[in-house]
């Protein structure tokens, strides 16, 4: 006989049946709601972030572009500065290589100088002297040294110019790598897209890197390198335009002084063969005089022979007639005028003697007179002579070195050249 079997469950009253099928239906259109309402609020962000994308990307390959157009003018800009920083460079070293060849030219004038007051120095005597040449000469030792000085001052500070220079140009020539190499990424990044095949998720993209800067600063550090290269130059121009005013007024000042000293060994030449030529007129007149007196001495000597045989003469006569005898030895005409003579024979042979030594005196004092003109003559040959070897020393500081040919021999002091009849005079006294 078949029985009931009950499952042991808890049993639902039909309401809660109800209840819950209500329910199920109740979420099931709530859960569609919110699903409809997510969707619709996914669809609206999606459009919104798609559009917000599209455009940040848009803004984002215009910034590039700008940022690739600003530094490119930066680069362009530091182009023209390199240029103009390479070109002044070249410019300011090459004056610096004149005023160093200026400098060096400066030794021969100041060799010159120094040669000539070392053969004035072999002057003698009287001609010893301080004179004009002497002044312009220790003048034109001062102006070269003076003008030495000044080349070598703007030489050190071309140099000094010339590092400050290198210096900007390295860290110009920096900036402008580094400006390359930002253009050159730059344009790597604006040439990526979305279906670039090297593009990934990176680690942490928006990190600061370590020594970063604002774009302020990136502006102030190339404006300050553009305008330091600038000042830098415009140093070195007024520099250049120092160095070549100093040049041309050294050479000028050296130029005038030249002409100044040479004009005073002129003048100073002429002085000496004027009084040269008075002094050999001097000695032709001497030795014509001592002629002429050598003359006279020898008619007062012949005189005075003769006179002294009168008056021996005239003695003999007196002694003899003392021999008269007794009353014969009489004072009579005869004997006073025999007395007469014989005291006018005394006094003329006394007078006779006395001119005599007086000519002797004065033909010595002719002779030694005659021996310092000589000596003064010799003097004067000797300084002429010196200071023509230092006009033709000072050939050099307007001729070329190759071309420049001793006119007087500097040791055994001849020509090299057909001189005038006084100058060849000159040289033989010496």
Same mark, same amino acid.
């Given at each position: 006989?078949?029985?009931? #079997? ?11 049946? $109800? ?118 000469? $220790? ?30 140009? =390295? ?19 604006? #040439? ?34 553009? #305008? ?28 005038? =002084? ?85 005291? =006018? ?86």
């Amino acid at each position: 006989m078949a029985t009931l #079997s009950v499952k042991p469950s808890p049993r639902f009253q039909l309401p809660d049946w $109800h209840t819950n099928s209500y329910l199920l239906s109740t979420n099931a259109e709530r859960q569609r709601d919110a699903s409809h309402q997510i969707r619709q609020e996914a669809q609206v962000l999606c459009n919104e972030t798609n559009n917000q994308t599209i455009w940040d990307e848009h803004d984002n390959r215009t910034r590039l572009a700008e940022r690739i157009d600003t530094v490119n003018r930066w680069k362009e800009m530091l182009d023209k500065c390199l240029t103009d920083l390479d070109a002044e460079i070249d410019a300011l070293t090459q004056m610096k290589e004149s005023a160093e060849q200026n400098l060096q030219a400066k030794n021969l004038p100041l060799d010159v100088a120094i040669e000539c007051l070392t053969l004035r120095e072999s002057r003698r005597d009287i001609d010893v002297v301080k004179d004009p040449v002497e002044e312009e000469l $220790h003048k034109e030792v001062e102006v070269t040294e003076a003008a030495k000085k000044a080349l070598q001052q703007k030489i050190s500070q071309a140099f000094e110019k010339l590092c400050l220079l290198q210096e900007v140009r =390295q860290q110009l020539n920096s900036d402008h790598r580094g400006k390359m190499e930002t253009v050159d990424i730059d344009r790597g990044c604006f #040439s990526l897209n979305l279906k670039s095949p090297n593009i990934s998720l990176k680690i942490n993209p928006t990190r600061v890197p370590n020594g970063s800067t604002t774009l302020q600063q990136w502006d102030d550090c190339s404006q300050f390198n553009k #305008s330091r290269a600038e000042a830098e130059m415009k140093g070195a121009i007024e520099l250049r335009e120092a160095i070549a005013l100093t040049i041309a007024k050294t050479n000028n000042e050296l130029e005038a =002084q030249r002409v100044a000293t040479e004009f005073a060994f002129r003048k100073r030449l002429w002085e000496m063969e004027k009084v040269y030529r008075e002094l050999k007129w001097q000695e032709k007149n001497t030795l014509e005089e001592i002629a002429e007196l050598q003359e006279d001495i020898r008619h007062l000597e012949e005189d005075l022979r003769r006179k002294l045989q009168n008056l021996k003469l005239c003695h003999t006569r007196l002694e003899t007639r003392t021999y008269r005898p007794n009353v014969e030895l009489c004072r009579d005409q005869a004997q006073c005028g025999l007395t007469e003579e014989a005291q =006018q024979l005394e006094a003329t042979t006394a007078a006779l003697k006395q001119k005599l030594a007086q000519a002797q005196d004065a033909l010595d004092a002719l002779y030694q007179h005659l021996a310092r003109l000589q000596a003064d003559i010799a003097c004067k040959a000797n300084s002429m002579l010196l200071d023509t070897k230092c006009m033709d020393t000072r050939r050099k500081l307007t001729m070329p070195a190759e071309k420049f040919v001793p006119e007087v021999d500097t040791f055994t002091r001849t020509t090299n050249r057909t001189l005038s009849p006084l100058k060849t005079c000159q040289l033989q006294l010496t």
